[in-house]
């Protein structure tokens, strides 16, 4: 178990710029979400922690080695890090006990056997020890995979999208499960997702990227209540954007003031609003235009003076009635235009 530390690091393939001056550390133990949109460098900075690529610039330490630097690549063998794909990349002649035993050559044939049971008991799936990938569920080839990356005891854990492409009842579960491993396991993991409810459920820290930069790093309430942009803001859920000006230290909205007195008056400012934020009562001064079913809640899109914003709400509103409209200040959010 080891802290992941990236410094200033660069990757460009061909012309275009992946990644531009990238900084976080992982610490010794803890979850860490790479979070951003496609595009945004998350798989990239997996594979340059494992040694599959070079980087251009910056350094990459583990557990205070550098493994990756200028004129340094540590070979992926030698570092001792975890790599879950997103495909799992499961050898299929393989039965599941074999593949996660794989890795563990160091060890006799009987030492090695016991840990690939330990592993597939620890992940709930002793019992298919002996079925092959193609006689396994999405879930159980994610957990098989899983457990072949912690056997050989990784310094660190890499997962690329885990949770992806499996139906939000098993994503849960499957989600939930990994991180009782890991936090058995007390490994150090950096996971890559473009799902904020992934990151903000999984992660001890976020790591919010864009376009090959980092927008945040934080804890994921910290990051939640406090984003430091309008990027990172969006990048954790739905929000409200309006343009306007600064007076007096708010910024008006059709929808009521939002605080803005940390920007001069006069400048131009975008407004962020989560759509949790806004409260709705019975009155005056907005109209609900469509309400759709949100669990508990409903997603009720509201229009006042041209301007739809959304709003998240208890299972209430009814089309057409007009509304009155309050902005929590807890999820409102003013940043420089």
């Not at 806004?278 to 109209?287: D, I, V």
């Amino acid at each position: 178990m080891s802290s992941v530390r990236v410094d200033k690091i660069r990757r460009t393939y061909g012309k275009t710029l992946v990644l531009d001056d990238v900084s976080f550390t992982a610490p010794q133990g803890q979850v860490v979400a790479l979070l951003g949109p496609s595009g945004s460098g998350k798989s990239t900075i997996l594979r340059l922690i494992a040694g599959l690529e070079h980087v251009e610039g910056g350094d990459i330490h583990i557990g205070g080695e550098r493994v990756s630097g200028a004129g340094l690549t540590v070979a992926p063998e030698a570092r001792r890090v975890g790599m879950v794909f997103q495909d799992y990349s499961l050898f299929p002649h393989l039965t599941a006990g074999a593949n996660v035993a794989f890795g563990l050559d160091k060890l006799g044939r009987a030492d090695r056997d016991a840990t690939a049971l330990k592993w597939l008991d620890r992940v709930g799936l002793k019992h298919r020890a002996n079925a092959y990938p193609h006689e396994l569920s999405g879930g159980e080839q994610q957990r098989v995979a899983l457990a072949r990356a912690l056997a050989p005891s990784p310094r660190a854990i890499l997962l690329d999208e885990p949770f992806s492409g499996l139906d939000a009842v098993l994503r849960a579960e499957l989600r939930d499960a990994t991180l009782a491993t890991l936090a058995e396991a007390k490994t150090t993991t950096l996971f890559v997702t473009h799902d904020a409810e992934d990151a903000l459920q999984a992660a001890d820290r976020l790591v919010i990227l864009k376009s090959g930069r980092v927008l945040q790093e934080a804890a994921p309430r910290d990051a939640y209540d406090h984003p430091a942009s309008l990027d990172a803001a969006a990048a954790l859920g739905p929000i409200n954007v309006y343009k306007s000006a600064v007076a007096n230290g708010v910024v008006a909205t059709p929808f009521g003031n939002v605080n803005a007195s940390q920007l001069a008056n006069g400048a131009a400012a975008n407004v962020a609003v989560r759509a949790e934020a806004l409260m709705l009562a019975p009155g005056s001064g907005a109209r609900v235009i469509a309400v759709r079913p949100h669990g508990a809640h409903d997603l009720v899109r509201i229009e006042a003076q041209g301007i739809v914003w959304r709003a998240l709400a208890p299972a209430r509103s009814a089309l057409g009635e007009t509304v009155s409209v309050t902005i929590q200040p807890a999820g409102a959010f003013a940043f420089s235009g």
